[in-house]
């Protein structure tokens, strides 16, 4: 059971704990970041989630997830400004790629 990876939506408390992740990850970038993505979306009315990938309770991954509510649901937006926000992972210590693209 400790190996399954499952997601949730971080809570705004764990927003901290994400922008270290970013930071440490070579596959982070500033697009990432709780901070800009809160001040993208109140710059233009929106709002965000960041969806996290846990292995038990490590945070293993994620990504940033701007969106707008609807009638029919909440609506995921690609923006030009989101162009580099994409899945964030942790960094793999192996040199062996068919573990690292598992």
Known sequence: MANKIFTRYLEPSEYDEWDRFVDASPYGSIYS??????ALCKAVGTQ??????????????GIGLHYRPSKYGDIVHIRSMLYYNGLVIHDLDTKYPSITAS
């Not at 970041?33 to 809160?38: D, P």
């Open 48 to 61: 965000f989630r960041i969806l996290g990938a846990f292995k038990g309770e490590e945070l293993v991954g």
């Open 33 to 38: 970041q709780a901070f800009f993505l809160n």
